[in-house]
RNA sequence: GGCGGGGUAGCCAAGUGGUAAGGCACGGCUCUGCAAAAGCUGCAUUCGUCGGUUCGAUUCCGACCCUCGCCUCCA
């Protein structure tokens, strides 16, 4: 089955093609770095890291931008609170954020671009916005979006211009919420939203020189000018959580397609800003929405603190639909463990069985890729996926046990699963091979002869010795195996 | 009010117009001195409720109940 992905334009699933095969540009939007990322930041990026692997495993060459908000409300304030430098607070996080994301086994992307190294391109998209009439600049400074103006201008052949295709909304039949009437925009329209803010004294020295007086930009406008900088005017993908997919997404559209692109030449070639927009769902902790009053707010380095292991937190984070809200658990990451350890157990016994091959290396078994394809091209079924996997580690360990599986298939078996794990990222460390200490061995070897001589009491003295300082033993057909606890 | 998700075993979670994957937890058996690991095996007559269509619905349609999210800067 050819790859098949939910498109958040047409609500519906679609074969996904690239537009120019077999390149792929794959935008996500990333973190805004004035904090710690969370467990629901990192659902949605490891979502994007499952898309960009498993187009990939499909032989596409994917271009992965992921951006960096590093100059923000949020931001701003912390730098009043600390009297840091805008890139002295920003950079630790920037840090711990890519830390974190290797933790999770989260490919890096190809381009990690950062707001404030593409000022320039975004003065450059509002002076296109402002050429062609649908921005403007009002009283207090500020430029706006005129969305009114922007779904008149269907002069422009190619260009939608219609705001709300991704949400379906119409604008002009928005609720009037608190946070609208709170605010003091100098807005024509509530709708409108900020290209450039105007520069303030609150800022201190965070701004920048622009056509339409000093400030900074505003949020959408980042996503639109390095997007399209880094991958073209129209690229294949765009991917992030669902809470962006109004307004922040519609705003970009909105910008990027009303301003013709960056370069100008999207109305004339009648492309799309984006062809394909995924959105990851929200997930809760325990139940409940993630928050800090409740005690379920965990980062990842909470996590770890709490003995788990970003590869535990991964293989829970994958373990459903990312278009479902996923209930993450402290009692799901102790399921993962056991379920890990089973994965664990079969790869090692099948690379034991394995090491007794000659020869070349085989090519893999294609069982288990097949029916892996097919479930995760299925618009990512991540569940079908890990269905297979077990099944698999099912019938391997039946084949194990019964002695029917020759060296040279354990090999072949062994290079399926290392082909899907090239998706899922989710097999053992490479054994940090620490050598089992020469004390706990002398134990193991004395409890042999202890049971040997019938004295169990002292044998499982032994074992229970041998379990304190963190090993455990396990009787085979080949003798004792130690294993870490 | 508008738009959009959900409600499947103790928990997590797939799925289909033809009689319910997988994981965790739990029980039994085999193996073992005992364990561990592994294997075998048991574990939803039932898929929020009520109607309708159908030979047949958890799956399609309608109504209702519950729940969650978005509606201006929150992944």
Same mark, same amino acid.
């Given at each position: 089955?050819?790859?098949?992905?939910? /498109?958040?334009l047409t609500r519906?699933?679609?074969?996904?093609?690239?537009?120019?095969?077999?390149q792929?540009?794959l935008?996500?939007?990333g973190p805004?770095v004035?904090?710690f990322g969370?467990?629901g930041?990192? &659902? #949605?990026?490891?979502?994007?890291?499952?898309?960009?692997r498993?187009l990939?495993?499909?032989g596409?060459?994917v271009?992965?931008v992921?951006?960096?908000?590093?100059?923000e409300d949020?931001i701003l304030?912390r730098?009043r609170?600390?009297g840091?430098?805008?890139?002295?607070?920003t950079?630790?996080?920037?840090e711990a954020?890519?830390?974190?994301?290797?933790?999770?086994?989260?490919?890096r992307p190809?381009?990690l671009?950062r707001?404030?190294?593409?000022i320039?391109?975004?003065?450059r998209?509002i002076g296109?916005?402002?050429?062609?009439?649908?921005?403007?600049q009002?009283?207090?400074?500020?430029v706006?979006?005129?969305?009114?103006?922007?779904?008149?201008?269907?002069r422009?052949?190619?260009?939608?211009?219609?705001?709300?295709?991704l949400?379906?909304?119409?604008?002009g039949q928005?609720?009037?919420?608190?946070?609208?009437s709170?605010?003091?925009?100098?807005?024509?329209?509530v709708?409108?939203?900020?290209?450039w803010k105007?520069?303030?004294?609150?800022d201190?020295?965070?701004?920048w020189?622009?056509?339409?007086g000093?400030?900074?930009?505003? *949020?959408?406008?980042e996503?639109s000018?390095?997007?399209m900088a880094?991958?073209?005017?129209?690229?294949?993908?765009?991917l992030?959580?669902?809470?962006?997919a109004?307004?922040h997404?519609?705003d970009?559209?909105a910008?990027?397609?009303g301003?013709?692109?960056?370069?100008g030449?999207l109305?004339?070639?009648?492309?799309?800003?984006v062809r394909? *927009?995924l959105?990851g769902?929200?997930?809760?902790v325990e139940g409940?929405?993630?928050s800090k009053?409740?005690g379920n707010?965990?980062?990842? &380095?909470?996590l770890l603190?709490r003995g788990f292991?970003?590869?535990?937190v991964r293989?829970?984070?994958?373990?459903a639909?990312? &278009?479902?809200t996923? /209930?993450? #658990?402290?009692a799901g990451?102790?399921g993962?463990?056991?379920?890990?350890?089973?994965?664990?157990?079969c790869l090692g016994?099948?690379?034991?069985r394995?090491?007794l091959?000659?020869?070349?290396?085989?090519s893999?078994s294609?069982?288990?890729?097949e029916?892996?394809k097919?479930?995760i091209?299925?618009?990512?079924?991540?569940?079908?996926a *890990?269905?297979?996997?077990?099944? *698999?580690i099912r019938?391997?360990?039946?084949?194990?046990?019964?002695?029917?599986? #020759?060296?040279a298939a354990a090999?072949?078996?062994?290079?399926?699963?290392a082909?899907?794990?090239?998706?899922?990222?989710?097999?053992?460390a490479?054994?940090?091979?620490?050598e089992?200490?020469?004390h706990?061995?002398a134990?193991?070897?004395e &409890?042999?002869?202890?049971?040997?001589?019938?004295d169990?009491?002292?044998?499982?003295?032994?074992?229970?010795?041998i379990?304190?300082?963190?090993?455990v033993v396990?009787?085979?057909p080949?003798?004792?195996?130690?294993?870490?606890?």
């Amino acid at each position: 089955m050819s790859l098949r992905l939910h /498109n958040t334009l047409t609500r519906s699933v679609e074969a996904f093609v690239p537009s120019a095969p077999p390149q792929v540009g794959l935008y996500c939007c990333g973190p805004t770095v004035y904090d710690f990322g969370h467990v629901g930041n990192f &659902r #949605t990026f490891v979502f994007a890291d499952l898309v960009r692997r498993v187009l990939a495993f499909n032989g596409m060459q994917v271009t992965h931008v992921m951006n960096v908000t590093d100059v923000e409300d949020k931001i701003l304030r912390r730098l009043r609170e600390t009297g840091l430098a805008l890139r002295a607070f920003t950079d630790p996080y920037i840090e711990a954020f890519l830390a974190d994301l290797d933790v999770l086994r989260c490919l890096r992307p190809h381009h990690l671009p950062r707001a404030t190294d593409h000022i320039g391109d975004m003065i450059r998209l509002i002076g296109r916005l402002m050429e062609r009439g649908i921005a403007y600049q009002a009283a207090d400074g500020s430029v706006y979006f005129n969305i009114e103006r922007y779904q008149a201008a269907e002069r422009w052949p190619g260009c939608a211009c219609r705001y709300g295709q991704l949400v379906h909304i119409d604008p002009g039949q928005q609720r009037q919420t608190g946070r609208v009437s709170a605010d003091e925009y100098d807005k024509d329209h509530v709708a409108d939203f900020a290209l450039w803010k105007a520069r303030v004294p609150e800022d201190g020295d965070v701004f920048w020189d622009s056509p339409w007086g000093q400030g900074r930009p505003g *949020w959408h406008i980042e996503c639109s000018a390095m997007s399209m900088a880094l991958l073209g005017d129209s690229f294949d993908i765009h991917l992030g959580g669902e809470d962006l997919a109004f307004p922040h997404h519609e705003d970009e559209i909105a910008q990027s397609e009303g301003a013709g692109g960056l370069r100008g030449d999207l109305h004339g070639r009648k492309l799309p800003f984006v062809r394909h *927009w995924l959105h990851g769902a929200h997930l809760l902790v325990e139940g409940r929405k993630m928050s800090k009053s409740l005690g379920n707010y965990f980062t990842v &380095r909470d996590l770890l603190g709490r003995g788990f292991s970003g590869r535990e937190v991964r293989f829970l984070l994958l373990s459903a639909h990312y &278009r479902e809200t996923f /209930n993450f #658990t402290l009692a799901g990451l102790e399921g993962a463990r056991s379920a890990l350890g089973r994965l664990d157990e079969c790869l090692g016994k099948l690379r034991e069985r394995a090491a007794l091959a000659a020869g070349p290396a085989p090519s893999p078994s294609p069982g288990l890729p097949e029916a892996f394809k097919e479930a995760i091209n299925d618009d990512l079924n991540v569940s079908r996926a *890990w269905g297979a996997v077990f099944d *698999w580690i099912r019938e391997q360990n039946r084949a194990l046990a019964s002695g029917d599986l #020759t060296p040279a298939a354990a090999a072949a078996e062994l290079a399926a699963f290392a082909s899907i794990d090239a998706v899922l990222a989710i097999a053992p460390a490479p054994a940090t091979q620490d050598e089992t200490p020469a004390h706990v061995v002398a134990l193991a070897a004395e &409890r042999v002869a202890a049971k040997k001589a019938r004295d169990f009491a002292r044998a499982d003295a032994l074992r229970a010795e041998i379990r304190s300082m963190g090993w455990v033993v396990e009787d085979t057909p080949s003798g004792p195996k130690l294993k870490r606890a």
